[in-house]
């Protein structure tokens, strides 16, 4: 059976706050009103800046029991270092707490930026450091800059030494040299899903399925960030997503809607839920 969610990407907008969210919720219940109404959400504060590990503890008690909750990784690494020299950056973060959603972890996103064009080497060397268990992410944590998150007096990586459980990849790419054999044939090597990214016609929308699961993150099909999705093309969206569930080998298929800006997103996100199956069996 093939697990099937959608959700949004964030939560925390002030511009949702009278719209989706009622008058007077307070700012703290966002995230828990959220997970009642859909089935995963995408982290995405640890792309700004690195969390603290009471957030992730908090984020984790506030959804419902069940929810997939992916993170995405820090722009650090993939807009500032470019994905060179990562070992040390990696550790900070997995030493941040990620690994302290415990069960509700979902993959973690890599997105490149649009001017970043498809280097084999570098890109292989990225994927060979990206821990694949739980235990390899508490691993890399002890090696990251320790003395940075002592004063926490936490140590997140101590809830991997009860579990090992896999961890998931996928990565975003938004330069057309990425439509190339070459890196897809590399991302199915590392088992790591190639994001169908819907960007308004600004960037490639490569639909490959290279992992186990399949990630997809819907910005708006007309206008980026701001145009929401017709009911025709939810419908469209949504026969893509049975056809990806349908493919041998794929366990998971997780839709985010990041076309915040007018709302559109968590309304979206509904939308295609209540077309979709929540699992799909594979064809016998």
């Known amino acids: 059976m093939t697990d099937i969610r959608t959700g949004v990407s964030g939560w925390r907008y002030p511009g949702w706050r009278g719209v989706f969210y009622p008058p007077g919720l307070r700012q703290r219940d966002e995230l828990s009103y ?56 990696l550790g900070t973060f997995f030493a941040s707490g990620p690994l302290l959603l415990g069960d509700l972890t979902g993959p973690f996103l890599w997105q490149l930026p649009a001017r970043d064009a498809f280097e084999p080497e570098r890109l292989e060397a990225f994927f060979a450091l990206l821990p694949r268990t739980e235990r390899e992410a508490a691993r890399l944590a002890r090696g990251g800059r320790l003395a940075q998150i002592e004063r926490w007096s936490e140590t997140p990586w101590t809830r991997a030494a009860r579990a090992d459980r896999p961890l998931r990849h996928a990565i975003e790419v938004r330069h057309s ?91 979206d996100a509904i939308a295609l839920a209540a077309v979709l199956p929540e699992r799909l069996s594979a064809p016998r």
Not at 61 to 81: C, E, N, Y
Not at 200 to 210: K, L, R, S, Y
Not at 218 to 245: F, M
Request: overall charge negative; glycine content about 8%; hydrophobic content about 40%.
């Open 34 to 89: 959220l997970s009642e109404r859909m089935a995963t959400v995408e982290v995405n504060g640890s792309f700004y800046s690195l969390q603290r590990p009471s957030s992730w503890r908090s984020w984790a008690a506030q959804v419902a029991d069940g929810t997939v909750m992916a993170v995405k990784g820090p722009r650090f690494i993939t807009h500032m270092l470019r994905l060179r020299d990562a070992r040390e950056a």
């Open 177 to 267: 040299s990425y439509e190339d054999e070459a890196f897809l044939a590399m991302c199915r090597r590392h088992g790591v899903a190639v994001v169908v990214s819907d960007g308004a016609g600004q960037w490639p929308t490569i639909d490959a399925v290279t992992a186990d699961h399949v990630y997809v993150r819907l910005h708006g099909g007309d206008e980026l960030y701001t145009s929401g999705y017709s009911a025709t093309e939810i419908e469209d969206w949504a026969a893509r997503v049975r056809g990806w569930a349908a493919h041998d080998g794929v366990e998971q298929v997780l839709v985010y809607f990041d076309n915040d800006a007018k709302v559109h997103a968590p309304r």
